[in-house]
């Protein structure tokens, strides 16, 4: 089976300008990123998306592969979708499965991605998943660069949202509180089916891309993962995240080679 990752990254995000380059022990982000994505042996091959020539020659750099996309997209599923067409092209393969990997998630595991996947390899039905964990205190239950997710009894999500979810306010039962993790598998058809779909106004709302799939009435399958990762959407993201690397087993295995 040919399964491929791609990476998202772009330098202007609107509440970290830049970050992708941002310098995590002396190496970027999106380095960090790149590097313990390519440890998983399930996948065929990676490559970073971006409409940025700063990121594209960096990873050009350290013998990595980007992609060139439109400077248009709102929604980083749709830049993975161009940059899977102009693979295929290039490579005269079709992919069967793209695991889209957030730029700004430098502590992600190489064994998440084939958590993620493990459920498309058994069920053929399932099209697309999402990694979730639990969220460990109120205040990050409360900030909205968190993707909360409440689910149905069959692990699918109902909603997402950057608000917290479900309530707390009328009731004193601890509630569950989940939050959307970095990897977001897809199957080759289905990612080009999402990206006909036109945006919709809980996806512009939420500010969430899996919220277009839910209002078209289609189902994603979450997947539950124990494995600590701190997105990084702040400085004090960024800091905490350098204190989390300097402590991190995985870094050792790339970090000299930089």
Known sequence: MNIISIIPARMGSARFPGKPMKKILGIPMIGHVYKRVKMCKTLKDVYVATCDVEIFNYIKSIGGKAVMTSESHERCTDRCAEAMIKIESEEGEKCDLMVLVQGDAPLVNPKMIDDSIAPMLKDKSITITNL???????EAFENRNEIKVVLDKDNNALYFSREPIPTRSKSKLKVPM????????????????????????????????????????????????????????????????INMMKKDELYNNYSLNE
């Open 132 to 138: 979730v964990a639990d969220i460990d205190s109120i």
């Open 178 to 241: 989940k939050k959307q993790i970095c990897i977001t598998p897809f199957t080759r058809d289905f990612l080009l089916a999402y990206n006909e779909m036109k945006p919709t106004p809980l996806e512009v709302i939420e500010s969430i891309d899996m919220m277009r799939i839910l209002e078209n009435g289609g189902k994603v399958k979450m997947v539950n993962t124990e494995f600590v990762t701190k997105a990084v959407d702040t400085q004090e993201d960024l800091d905490l995240v």
